[in-house]
T-cell receptor, first 117, second 118 residues
Framework: AQKITQTQPGMFVQEKEAVTLDCTYDTSDPSYGLFWYKQPSSGEMIFLIYQGSYDQQNATEGRYSLNFQKARKSANLVISASQLGDSAMYFC??????????????FGTGTRLQVFP | NAGVTQTPKFQVLKTGQSMTLQCAQD?????MSWYRQDPGMGLRLIHYSVGAGITDQGEVPNGYNVSRSTTEDFPLRLLSAAPSQTSVYFCASSYSRFKGVAGAGELFFGEGSRLTVL
């Protein structure tokens, strides 16, 4: 069964510094997708970045990048130049890509990031 | 652009009462799902649907029913509420990659519904 693990319940980072949020996954399916979502204190879920298992390069979206290490089954989110507005809960999620039922996303337990001045 | 709309945003129930959380999307997404979010447990999948007339159980389906009579709507029913169902509920939808749609297929979420069962 697929599984997502986020081992950091909370992280602190100083403004303008980079921070890495860890995510490891477990799946036997060779085709899968990895997602990161941000949940600010207001509660909405915001999609940040996606990495497909067959993508050759690490995904990047502005200040967000995904450090994808397939052999280690890790998909860490790197936020560069942290801003106060980055303070939020961050969730890693995975979708397996088998022929049937390719749409389910399974989420990790999340990491709460706090950015301080 | 409405996206995914959930109602109500807040609800207080007594143990044993029933209620329905409504979810509607206007993006013509085939896939819809319900999650519950509890502290320290992330988002757990309750039920999902890959199209009208098709539903399936997720990780924590007990105590919840769903139906999908149209592409747009995916209501979640609590038949007899229990305090353990106190949670924040999210409805989410996406294009179905099962239908061969390319791209990330990220989930679009509603704003959430906070349910308290006394």
């Amino acid at each position: 069964a697929q599984k997502i693990t986020q081992t950091q319940p909370g992280m602190f980072v100083q403004e303008k510094e980079a921070v890495t949020l860890d995510c490891t996954y477990d799946t036997s399916d060779p085709s899968y997708g990895l997602f990161w979502y941000k949940q600010p204190s207001s509660g909405e879920m915001i999609f940040l970045i996606y990495q497909g298992s067959y993508d050759q390069q690490n995904a990047t979206e502005g200040r967000y990048s995904l450090n994808f290490q397939k052999a280690r089954k890790s998909a860490n989110l790197v936020i560069s130049a942290s801003q106060l507005g980055d303070s939020a809960m961050y969730f890693c999620a995975m979708r397996e890509g088998s022929a049937y039922n390719t749409d389910k996303l399974i989420f990790g337990t999340g990491t709460r990031l706090q950015v301080f001045p | 652009n409405a996206g995914v709309t959930q109602t109500p945003k807040f609800q207080v129930l007594k143990t044993g009462q029933s209620m329905t959380l409504q979810c509607a999307q206007d993006m013509n997404h085939e896939y819809m799902s319900w999650y519950r979010q509890d502290p320290g447990m992330g988002l757990r999948l309750i039920h999902y649907s890959v199209g009208a007339g098709i539903t399936d159980q997720g990780e924590v389906p007990n105590g919840y029913n769903v139906s999908r009579s149209t592409t747009e709507d995916f209501p979640l029913r609590l038949l007899s509420a229990a305090p353990s169902q106190t949670s924040v509920y999210f409805c989410a939808s996406s294009y179905s990659r099962f239908k061969g749609v390319a791209g990330a297929g990220e989930l679009f979420f509603g704003e959430g519904s906070r349910l308290t069962v006394l």
